[in-house]
């Protein structure tokens, strides 16, 4: 699925636009209800709480729609990966998980981006976001970086069950997520911070685990 352009707007307001439907119809079937027959305090206390519910959690989505279709607009400045992943992920709520082993495979020479870090910071926050949801028990996280020619790859590896072959295929789209409670909107953000710095953005099964991955361009060299 493209995230740039009309393809991009289109195929997310299909996504929205099923939510939205699917949230009024819930909320038409409880008035209906309600209007039926006469409720008592306990009944109407019910209602209330289930549309306030309803609400906040429509709030959220709208909120995180505008985001995910908002055209990006970036602050690049150059950003060293080696120290600047390891201070990411210290300042994630997955940093404090001591049931989840932590693996640092960085080069000892500094690896830099052009790079948004509040953008950026996002995508990364994806990956650790699906990391816990993946291990509820624990296991262990690999974060590395290297250069292949003229790109950088940043990669976050889990020890979580493997992604199913039929989903695979769609990883990014907006709304799609098996976990309750969840918008299923992260990975689609990460794909498009990745796509606004000029990369691009990659999930696979691995031996024993999950890999999401950033490809991101090496700044340009600096005039003498």
């Known amino acids: 699925m493209e995230f740039m352009g009309e393809p991009r707007q289109s195929s997310e307001w299909t996504y929205f636009i099923h939510y939205l439907r699917n949230t009024l119809g819930t909320l038409g079937s409880l008035a209906d209800y309600y209007m039926t027959y ?7 206390q019910r209602l209330l709480t289930q549309v306030k519910r309803l ?3 429509s709030n959220q989505y709208i909120v995180a729609f505008s985001e995910l279709t908002t ?5 690049p400045r150059r950003l060293c990966l080696t120290d ?13 998980q001591k049931a989840i082993k ?4 960085l080069p000892k ?11 950026l910071g996002k995508a990364v926050d994806a990956f650790m976001d699906n990391a816990l949801d993946a291990m509820p028990n624990g296991g262990g996280l690999k974060i590395s970086a290297r250069q292949e020619g ?7 590896s889990n020890t979580g069950e493997p992604i199913s072959p039929t989903i695979m295929p769609d990883l990014g789209k907006p709304f799609l997520t098996l976990k309750p409670g969840r918008m299923g909107l992260g990975l689609g953000w990460a794909k498009l911070a990745a ?12 031996p024993g685990g999950i890999e999401f991955s950033l490809r991101l361009p090496t700044p340009p060299q600096a005039k003498p």
């Open 38 to 44: 006469t409720p008592n305090a306990e009944q109407v």
């Open 55 to 57: 609400s906040d959690q």
């Open 71 to 75: 055209p990006i607009q970036l602050q």
């Open 84 to 96: 600047w992943l390891p201070e990411r992920v210290a300042a994630h709520k997955i940093s404090t």
């Open 102 to 105: 932590f693996e640092f495979s």
């Open 109 to 119: 020479e500094p690896l830099e981006v052009m790079a948004d870090p509040l953008i």
């Open 150 to 156: 003229a790109k950088i790859i940043a990669s976050f």
């Open 195 to 206: 796509q606004a710095h000029g990369g691009d953005f990659n999930a696979s099964n691995q």
